[in-house]
């Protein structure tokens, strides 16, 4: 049986030279197999516009825009949650009972939202505005001088909706192929690649298919290996830089 592509690790980079390496081999292993030729002239051109369409997600103006706006509302996020909560360690008594009053609500709606998906994050941020807002807590936003910060979230916020309004927008007229949708034709296409190969071995025909699934599957354990790695070493960067 052939090796399982842990997809869920792969760029679309790691992906393409997988496909890159198993279509030469198919090639040169199969060259008079009808289903193995067809099924490498439904990769080619997949191929083709996958490289063409490595990071389309997020090299486009309106993406970055949506980027810029997502990273302004989680610093103005941060710096308005770590003041409150250096407040809790005040000497002066109003301003340490103001917020003490007003941490509850961070907690109530998440200490981390920029860690969550950033449609999640509007709505939880929306949430703490609604919170932060109620009267009650009016007087304690002017004791900490946060009235004025608060309104900051609050147009970053809506910037950041905004730009994924403008963005979309766009995107359903423009008929760019992004590298979501290039890696998942080509998963598609591995996913039959599999079913091909399996049936082969079943059958023993061709006579060197347990050959071709050895080196398919050995192509497969070394291209999972080092995607597993990249993503580590990737989230373990993101990580420190938290």
Known sequence: MLNKILFSYFT???????VQKISTLLSAKLPENPMATKLI?????????A????????????????????????????????HIQAGLGRQNEAYRAACEALWPEFEKNGLKLYNIARDKETAAIDSLLADLLKPKN??????????EWVTELDNDNRAYVEATRER????????????????????TSLD???????????MGDPANIDEVIAEVSQYISEANTAAKQSKSNTVKTETETE
Request: glycine share 2%; hydrophobic share 35%; proline share 3%.
């Open 41 to 49: 002239s439904r990769l080619q051109p997949q191929i083709a516009t």
């Open 192 to 202: 039959l690649l599999e079913n091909m190969l399996n049936t082969m071995q079943a």
């Open 138 to 147: 009016q007087p304690h936003l002017v004791t900490t001088f946060t009235t």
């Open 12 to 18: 679309l980079e790691a992906l393409i030279a997988l």
């Open 51 to 82: 490289l063409q369409a490595i990071g389309s997600t997020t090299k486009t103006p309106l993406t970055q825009n949506v980027k810029g706006a997502d990273v302004r509302r989680d610093n103005t996020y941060r710096s308005l949650r770590d």
């Open 168 to 187: 979309s927008a766009i995107r359903s007229t423009d008929d760019t192929v992004l590298d979501q949708e290039a890696f998942k034709d080509l998963k």
